[in-house]
């Protein structure tokens, strides 16, 4: 079970970044693939209608998806470090500032740097002639860039990035 977790967690999250770093050239070029994800949102929206929530909530989950990438392959690094040791890494909570938890500094560079290549990624697209690939990753940096402004906010974001009160 914790290889299945592992493994899914990392080939997601590894995929997805590699498929926003390098342009789909047009060896790959077919209107196909954009479509299956179609199904795969359908019904991740249905189930969040079925369990309450509207259905265009399925755009915010993505949004935090986008967001938790550093953090879940943070988690797998330790996890595979954890492994290696052979002995249990101690699990620290993030201490919470008011009202929130602050995030750590590596998690938002992390964060700020996959938007940046996202966003100059899909320049490079576009002046490549990868239309498609320029679009999969221009929709990407805008919905990570809300990411940043609905869960974390900006303020927050440059207050953890700068004021150092957090251990890392």
Request: charged share 15%; aromatic share 14%.
């Amino acid at each position: 079970m914790r290889i299945h977790y592992l493994v899914s967690i990392t080939t997601v999250n590894i995929g997805l970044a590699v498929m926003l770093a390098f342009p789909l050239t047009d060896s790959i070029k077919s209107f196909w693939l954009p479509l299956t994800a179609i199904p795969y949102f359908f019904l991740y929206g249905r189930d969040l209608r079925l369990m309450g929530y509207k259905s265009l909530d399925v755009f915010r989950v993505y949004a935090l998806n986008l967001l938790l990438i550093p953090v879940n392959l943070g988690g797998v690094f330790k996890s595979i470090e954890q492994a290696m040791r052979k002995r249990k890494i101690p699990f620290s909570r993030t201490p919470k500032v008011g009202n929130r938890t602050p995030v750590l500094t590596g998690y938002i560079v992390a964060t700020l740097a996959f938007l940046a290549q996202w966003v100059y990624g899909s320049i490079l697209d576009f002046n490549k002639g990868y239309v498609g690939h320029g679009l999969f990753s221009a929709a990407n940096a805008l919905i990570l860039a809300y990411a940043i402004i609905a869960f974390i906010g900006l303020r927050y974001a440059v207050t953890d990035l700068v004021v150092r009160k957090h251990p890392n």
